[in-house]
């Protein structure tokens, strides 16, 4: 060997040596008795931990624990490859469906696998902003200009922010692509060669990553609500929620009964917006001490407006005549709601590190403001904006993570017609990219439909769909559902 390829060779070493690849302990699972949440008499399961890096780009990371339920199926002879659930968010815990069990029809076939994400309520540790629910209270109980409320917002991103990095948390573990690589390390760790994932929301986005990053095992993967990786939610969002009133009030003029009932009605709610806001309105929720003064903005109104469930679509032509006669007796039904949701900060956190490094580093804050809508001015629904990610400091993740993913995994894409979250559009949009894939549209229903428990056809073609992956669920429930029957007065009690 030549002296000058021996030094090359010993170069090489060198260098091997000063950049070593971040080592960390294999995940694990870890069998407990003691759970968070009691499971109901005569269900089968298993519960444990699983144990993984908080940030696996870093050598030595510190370990995180995250709670994960194993239901076991109904069937004496159960297929081999059990769901794996993943919920949305980000920063939602999945463990509110433990209770529920009996009703989830994936049982009837195989395993069904509820995985706590990192960061979020069951989760060790838990990235709780109560900092941030203080704030949104405080934020209502006077009338506070806007500057004032975002001085709230920014005090309480630094205070949850340095008591959570004071808690040793590193806060840059907190991603998407952390938490696809978690589900690998579980289907690892339990030893499955084959798995399904069930995904809402936010989780389609980690059925996405786990699509390209993780793909070995993966079997089928079922995307209800999808939000793909490359879209900008909040340059995007004020279009789709006006188009999803488009749809709603082009759909009430077409029938005679709700035509007849509500005349005009688009006309008539955006005028409304334009001349009788802002609306204040003073209330005194019974479980807040204090009385919570309401100053609403068109935009606000157009949010609270619009049906946030399946069940309340056919409702929504007549709420909407209410509010521009001057009936402000739901309108105060939804404030009273939202004042008694202002939560304890549960995963807020977990939110705003995925939300920091994935979706505020591509936004085009320019483009995020709306002016569809002249009489109201500029509107925007911005998550959190540019101030609060400086604030919370964690780093961008690269431009890979807004890209579109390319997959011939079998793949189902359900929608909600009327779902301004997460439009269909986007589901027809990724199935350019996801070449094994099929979509279902479930017409008058909102976001999520494999959720809607008055109607479990949503549910019903998911699992459909993990049983015969490579062809689009064929359901007489579907052809059932038919266009809304909109209610035109209040029912008597």
């Given at each position: 060997?030549?002296?000058?390829?021996?030094?090359?060779?010993?170069?090489?070493?060198?260098?091997?040596?000063?950049?070593?690849?971040?080592?960390?302990?294999?995940?694990?699972?870890?069998?407990?008795?003691?759970?968070?949440?009691?499971?109901?008499?005569?269900?089968?399961?298993?519960?444990?931990?699983?144990?993984?890096?908080?940030?696996?780009?870093?050598?030595?990371?510190?370990?995180?624990?995250?709670?994960?339920?194993?239901?076991?199926?109904?069937?004496?002879?159960?297929?081999?490859?059990?769901i794996?659930?993943?919920?949305?968010?980000?920063?939602?815990?999945?463990?509110?469906?433990?209770?529920?069990?009996?009703?989830?029809?994936?049982?009837?076939?195989?395993?069904?696998?509820l995985?706590?994400?990192?960061?979020?309520?069951?989760?060790?540790?838990?990235?709780?902003?109560?900092?941030w629910?203080?704030?949104?209270?405080?934020?209502?109980?006077?009338?506070?200009?806007?500057?004032?409320?975002?001085?709230?917002?920014?005090?309480?991103?630094?205070?949850?922010?340095?008591?959570?990095?004071?808690?040793?948390i590193?806060?840059?573990?907190y991603?998407?692509?952390?938490?696809?690589?978690?589900?690998?390390?579980?289907?690892?760790?339990?030893?499955?060669?084959?798995?399904?994932?069930?995904?809402?929301?936010?989780?389609?986005?980690?059925?996405?990553?786990?699509?390209?990053?993780?793909?070995?095992?993966?079997?089928?993967?079922?995307?209800?609500?999808?939000?793909?990786?490359?879209v900008?939610?909040?340059?995007?969002?004020?279009?789709?929620?006006?188009?999803?009133?488009?749809?709603?009030f082009?759909?009430?003029?077409?029938?005679?009964?709700?035509?007849?009932?509500?005349?005009?009605?688009?006309?008539?709610?955006?005028?409304?917006?334009?001349?009788?806001?802002?609306?204040?309105?003073?209330?005194?929720?019974?479980?807040?001490?204090?009385?919570?003064?309401?100053?609403?903005?068109?935009?606000?109104?157009?949010?609270?407006?619009?049906?946030?469930?399946?069940?309340?679509?056919?409702?929504?032509?007549?709420?909407?005549?209410?509010?521009?006669?001057?009936?402000?007796?739901?309108?105060?039904?939804?404030?009273?709601?939202?004042?008694?949701?202002?939560?304890?900060?549960?995963?807020?956190?977990?939110?705003?590190?995925?939300?920091c490094?994935?979706?505020?580093?591509?936004?085009?804050?320019?483009?995020t403001?709306?002016?569809?809508?002249?009489?109201?001015?500029?509107?925007?629904?911005?998550?959190?904006?540019?101030?609060?990610?400086?604030?919370?400091?964690?780093?961008?993740?690269?431009?890979?993570?807004?890209?579109?993913?390319?997959?011939?995994?079998?793949?189902?894409?359900?929608?909600?017609?009327?779902?301004?979250?997460?439009?269909?559009?986007?589901?027809?949009q990724?199935?350019?990219?996801?070449?094994?894939?099929?979509?279902?549209?479930?017409?008058?229903?909102?976001?999520?439909?494999?959720?809607?428990?008055?109607?479990?056809?949503?549910?019903?073609?998911?699992?459909?769909?993990?049983?015969?992956?490579?062809?689009?669920?064929?359901?007489?429930?579907?052809?059932?559902?038919?266009?809304?029957?909109?209610?035109?007065?209040?029912?008597?009690?």
């Amino acid at each position: 060997m030549s002296n000058q390829l021996l030094t090359f060779l010993l170069l090489l070493l060198l260098v091997a040596c000063q950049s070593p690849t971040p080592q960390n302990d294999p995940p694990q699972f870890i069998p407990s008795s003691e759970v968070p949440i009691p499971v109901k008499a005569g269900q089968q399961y298993q519960f444990g931990y699983l144990q993984v890096p908080e940030n696996r780009s870093v050598k030595d990371s510190r370990s995180i624990q995250l709670p994960v339920y194993i239901f076991k199926s109904r069937s004496p002879q159960p297929q081999q490859d059990p769901i794996i659930y993943l919920v949305g968010g980000p920063g939602s815990s999945v463990m509110r469906a433990v209770p529920y069990m009996n009703y989830y029809r994936y049982l009837d076939d195989r395993d069904f696998i509820l995985f706590e994400q990192r960061g979020t309520a069951y989760a060790q540790p838990h990235l709780a902003c109560p900092e941030w629910a203080q704030a949104t209270h405080q934020s209502l109980l006077t009338n506070r200009s806007m500057v004032a409320i975002d001085s709230l917002y920014y005090a309480a991103a630094k205070d949850c922010r340095d008591r959570l990095r004071s808690e040793g948390i590193d806060l840059n573990g907190y991603t998407t692509r952390e938490i696809a690589a978690d589900v690998a390390d579980l289907a690892q760790a339990l030893q499955l060669s084959s798995y399904n994932i069930l995904s809402t929301s936010y989780g389609t986005k980690i059925a996405q990553v786990l699509m390209r990053d993780h793909p070995q095992g993966l079997r089928s993967v079922v995307m209800d609500s999808p939000l793909p990786l490359e879209v900008s939610w909040e340059e995007e969002s004020p279009r789709n929620l006006l188009a999803a009133y488009e749809q709603l009030f082009k759909d009430c003029e077409e029938v005679e009964p709700c035509r007849g009932a509500f005349p005009k009605l688009k006309e008539r709610f955006f005028d409304f917006l334009a001349t009788q806001t802002p609306l204040d309105l003073e209330l005194n929720p019974p479980q807040i001490a204090q009385s919570i003064n309401f100053r609403l903005r068109g935009q606000d109104l157009l949010d609270l407006f619009y049906p946030g469930t399946s069940g309340a679509i056919h409702k929504a032509p007549m709420r909407i005549d209410q509010l521009v006669k001057g009936d402000y007796t739901y309108l105060r039904q939804l404030l009273e709601n939202r004042a008694s949701r202002l939560g304890d900060g549960q995963g807020k956190g977990m939110r705003m590190s995925v939300w920091c490094a994935e979706e505020a580093p591509f936004v085009d804050y320019k483009q995020t403001v709306n002016r569809d809508l002249p009489a109201l001015g500029d509107w925007s629904m911005v998550e959190f904006d540019s101030t609060v990610c400086s604030i919370w400091g964690v780093r961008a993740e690269p431009p890979r993570e807004n890209q579109a993913v390319r997959s011939a995994i079998p793949t189902l894409l359900i929608s909600g017609e009327y779902d301004p979250v997460t439009p269909p559009i986007w589901a027809r949009q990724m199935q350019e990219r996801l070449s094994n894939s099929h979509q279902l549209i479930f017409t008058g229903w909102q976001h999520t439909p494999t959720t809607y428990w008055d109607n479990p056809c949503g549910m019903e073609a998911a699992h459909q769909f993990f049983n015969q992956p490579q062809q689009l669920p064929a359901l007489d429930c579907l052809d059932q559902i038919g266009t809304v029957s909109f209610q035109l007065a209040e029912e008597e009690r």
